[in-house]
C-alpha cells in the first residue's frame, strides 16, 4: 500500500489545501465535472470537432448493375449505375460531404485488368459524369487491380502457374496507366492502395509525364492484410480467387513497419497518408499524425467495421447513431484530418439536425 507522503508528492497540487482541512473531509479543489454540468460547457471545452467536411464517402460504381443494387453485407450501401451515380453524388455534396472515393466494378475482368485504365472504363465514365453534374465536389479514384482482374489480385501474376506470385515492378506500369487514365477523365486525387513497392514514384512520374502536375496522390500509405475488407470485397466483386495479399499488405501486427511505409510513401511524393483499417490501428492513425504533423492524413473506416455496426444496431444491440458519432470521433481524436467512411451521408445528415 502507498502512504500518504507518496500520494502527496504524486499529487502536488491536491496535497496543500487538503491538508489543511485535516480532521474534516477533504474539500475537493479539483472537479473535473464542473466542466461537464450543461450541454453548453460541455461543448464549450469539446476538444475534437467532427464536421461533414472531414468525410470522404466511397461509392461502388457498376458497369453492368441497371439499378442500384444493395450489398448484403453492407446495409444502405449500393452499387450504382454510371448513370445515377451522379445524382446521389451531388445528394451527398448538398450535405457538406466535399469528396467521394470512387470504386469500379467493370462488365469484363481478364488477367491484365483491361479495364483499370480503359478510356471509356467504368470508373472514368463515372469521375466525367460527377464532375459534370457536381464540379464542386472533390473525385478521388482508387486505383488497383483487383476489381478488374479475373484472378482477383491487386496486381499482374507470375511464377509457376501452380504457385503465382504478385509481381511488384511489372505491375507498376499498370497502376501509372490506371492512375493517369483516371486523372485524365478529371479525378482531382488518385488513391493508390495496392501497397506495392515503389507505387506512389511511378504513379507521381507517370502523372507529370502526362502533364497533370496537380492531379494529387493520397497514398494508402499503411494498408493492413484485414479480415475487415471482407464485406467490401463483395460489393466491389474484388476477392482474390487463390491465396491472399499477405505479400504485399502489411501484418496486422506491426506498427513501426507503418511508419516505415509511410516515410517511402513521403519520399515518393505522396501528398496524404492514410491508416487502413482504422478501429483496430488507432496506435499507428496517433503515430502516423505525430510521424508527419504537416500533411493530411486519413482513416479508412472500413467496410467490416461498418458491417458491424450495422448488424448490432439491425438487433436492436447497439444504438446507431451514437455508435458512429463515437467512432468517427475516436477516429479524429486519434489524429486523422479526413476519414473515409460509408456512414458519411448518415453522418453529415445527423450533424445537420
Ligand atoms: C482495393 C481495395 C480494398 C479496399 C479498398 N481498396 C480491398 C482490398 O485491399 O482487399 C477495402 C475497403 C473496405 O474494406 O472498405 N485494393
Not at 89 to 96: H, I
Not at 188 to 211: H, K, N, Q, Y
Not at 301 to 306: C, F
Given at each position: 500500500?502507498?502512504?500518504?507522503?507518496?500520494?502527496?508528492?504524486?499529487?502536488?497540487?491536491?496535497s496543500?489545501?487538503?491538508?489543511?482541512?485535516?480532521?474534516?473531509?477533504?474539500?475537493?479543489?479539483?472537479?473535473?465535472?464542473?466542466?461537464?454540468?450543461?450541454?453548453?460547457?460541455?461543448?464549450?471545452?469539446?476538444?475534437?470537432?467532427?464536421?461533414?467536411?472531414?468525410l470522404?464517402?466511397?461509392?461502388?460504381?457498376?458497369?453492368?448493375?441497371?439499378?442500384p443494387?444493395?450489398?448484403?453485407?453492407?446495409?444502405?450501401?449500393?452499387?450504382w449505375?454510371?448513370?445515377?451515380v451522379?445524382?446521389?453524388?451531388?445528394?451527398?455534396?448538398?450535405?457538406?460531404?466535399?469528396?467521394?472515393?470512387?470504386?469500379?466494378?467493370?462488365?469484363?475482368?481478364?488477367?491484365?485488368?483491361?479495364?483499370?485504365?480503359?478510356?471509356?472504363?467504368?470508373?472514368?465514365?463515372?469521375?466525367?459524369?460527377?464532375?459534370?453534374?457536381?464540379?464542386e465536389?472533390?473525385?478521388?479514384?482508387?486505383v488497383?487491380?483487383?476489381?478488374?482482374?479475373?484472378h482477383g489480385?491487386?496486381?499482374?501474376?507470375?511464377g509457376?502457374?501452380?504457385?503465382?506470385?504478385?509481381?511488384?515492378?511489372?505491375?507498376?506500369?499498370?497502376?501509372?496507366?490506371?492512375?493517369?487514365?483516371?486523372?485524365?477523365?478529371?479525378?482531382?486525387?488518385?488513391?493508390?492502395s495496392?501497397?506495392?513497392?515503389?507505387?506512389?514514384?511511378?504513379?507521381?512520374?507517370?502523372?507529370?509525364?502526362?502533364?497533370?502536375?496537380?492531379?494529387?496522390?493520397l497514398?494508402?500509405?499503411?494498408?493492413y492484410?484485414?479480415?475487415?475488407?471482407?464485406?467490401?470485397?463483395?460489393?466491389?466483386?474484388?476477392?482474390?480467387?487463390f491465396?491472399?495479399?499477405?505479400?504485399?499488405?502489411?501484418?496486422?501486427?506491426?506498427a513501426?513497419?507503418?511508419l516505415?511505409?509511410?516515410?517511402?510513401?513521403?519520399?515518393?511524393?505522396?501528398?496524404?497518408?492514410m491508416?487502413?483499417?482504422?478501429?483496430?490501428?488507432?496506435d499507428?492513425?496517433?503515430?502516423?499524425?505525430?510521424?508527419?504533423?504537416?500533411?493530411?492524413?486519413?482513416?479508412?473506416?472500413?467496410?467490416?467495421?461498418?458491417?458491424?455496426?450495422?448488424?448490432?444496431?439491425?438487433?436492436?444491440?447497439?444504438?446507431?447513431?451514437r455508435?458512429?458519432?463515437?467512432?468517427?470521433?475516436?477516429?479524429k481524436?486519434?489524429?486523422?484530418?479526413?476519414?473515409?467512411?460509408?456512414?458519411?451521408?448518415?453522418?453529415?445528415?445527423?450533424?445537420?439536425?
Amino acid at each position: 500500500m502507498q502512504t500518504k507522503e507518496t500520494e502527496a508528492a504524486r499529487l502536488p497540487i491536491d496535497s496543500a489545501p487538503q491538508a489543511a482541512n485535516s480532521g474534516e473531509r477533504a474539500a475537493l479543489v479539483h472537479r473535473p465535472r464542473r466542466l461537464r454540468r450543461t450541454a453548453a460547457l460541455r461543448e464549450l471545452v469539446r476538444e475534437t470537432q467532427l464536421s461533414a467536411s472531414d468525410l470522404i464517402y466511397p461509392l461502388f460504381v457498376s458497369e453492368v448493375a441497371p439499378e442500384p443494387t444493395a450489398i448484403e453485407s453492407m446495409p444502405g450501401v449500393m452499387q450504382w449505375p454510371i448513370d445515377k451515380v451522379a445524382d446521389h453524388a451531388a445528394e451527398a455534396a448538398g450535405l457538406g460531404i466535399r469528396a467521394v472515393l470512387l470504386f469500379g466494378i467493370p462488365a469484363a475482368k481478364d488477367p491484365v485488368g483491361t479495364g483499370a485504365d480503359a478510356e471509356s472504363g467504368v470508373v472514368q465514365q463515372a469521375i466525367r459524369a460527377i464532375k459534370q453534374r457536381v464540379p464542386e465536389l472533390a473525385v478521388i479514384s482508387d486505383v488497383c487491380l483487383c476489381e478488374y482482374t479475373d484472378h482477383g489480385h491487386c496486381g499482374l501474376l507470375g511464377g509457376p502457374e501452380t504457385d503465382p506470385v504478385v509481381l511488384n515492378d511489372e505491375s507498376l506500369p499498370r497502376l501509372v496507366s490506371a492512375a493517369v487514365s483516371q486523372a485524365r477523365a478529371g479525378a482531382d486525387v488518385v488513391a493508390p492502395s495496392a501497397m506495392f513497392d515503389g507505387m506512389v514514384e511511378a504513379i507521381r512520374t507517370g502523372l507529370d509525364e502526362s502533364g497533370f502536375q496537380d492531379t494529387a496522390i493520397l497514398s494508402y500509405s499503411a494498408k493492413y492484410a484485414s479480415a475487415f475488407y471482407g464485406p467490401f470485397r463483395d460489393a466491389a466483386e474484388g476477392a482474390p480467387r487463390f491465396g491472399d495479399r499477405r505479400s504485399h499488405q502489411m501484418d496486422p501486427a506491426n506498427a513501426r513497419e507503418a511508419l516505415r511505409e509511410n516515410e517511402l510513401d513521403v519520399l515518393e511524393g505522396a501528398d496524404m497518408l492514410m491508416v487502413k483499417p482504422a478501429l483496430a490501428y488507432l496506435d499507428v492513425i496517433r503515430q502516423t499524425r505525430e510521424q508527419f504533423p504537416e500533411l493530411p492524413l486519413a482513416a479508412y473506416n472500413v467496410s467490416g467495421e461498418y458491417a458491424m455496426v450495422k448488424a448490432a444496431a439491425e438487433r436492436g444491440w447497439l444504438e446507431e447513431k451514437r455508435v458512429v458519432m463515437e467512432i468517427l470521433t475516436g477516429m479524429k481524436r486519434a489524429g486523422a484530418d479526413l476519414i473515409i467512411t460509408y456512414h458519411a451521408v448518415d453522418a453529415a445528415r445527423w450533424m445537420a439536425s
